[in-house]
């Protein structure tokens, strides 16, 4: 999977833990160029310390802005 570009997402709802999870199943079936462009969970807005935001070693350039 790759260049995926997710712009101006805005997931809101109950309080929660809301998780995005991004893994790839091994080297050579990775998750490449995802993108998120203006998204937020309940306001907070997804960026590369969102504390839910899952990715494994089989993902590469995985950017929140």
Same mark, same amino acid.
């Given at each position: 999977?790759?260049?995926?570009?997710?712009?101006?997402?805005?997931?809101?709802?109950?309080?929660?833990?809301?998780?995005?999870? =991004?893994? *790839?199943?091994?080297? %050579?079936?990775?998750?490449?160029?995802?993108?998120?462009?203006?998204? @937020? =969970?309940? *306001?907070?807005?997804? %960026?590369?310390?969102?504390?839910?935001?899952?990715?494994?070693?089989? @993902?590469?350039?995985?950017?929140?802005?």
């Amino acid at each position: 999977i790759r260049n995926i570009q997710l712009r101006n997402v805005h997931v809101t709802g109950a309080e929660g833990g809301y998780f995005i999870v =991004i893994k *790839g199943f091994d080297k %050579t079936r990775t998750i490449e160029d995802v993108r998120f462009d203006n998204c @937020t =969970i309940n *306001g907070r807005p997804i %960026t590369a310390g969102y504390p839910n935001l899952q990715v494994n070693e089989f @993902t590469k350039n995985i950017v929140c802005s």
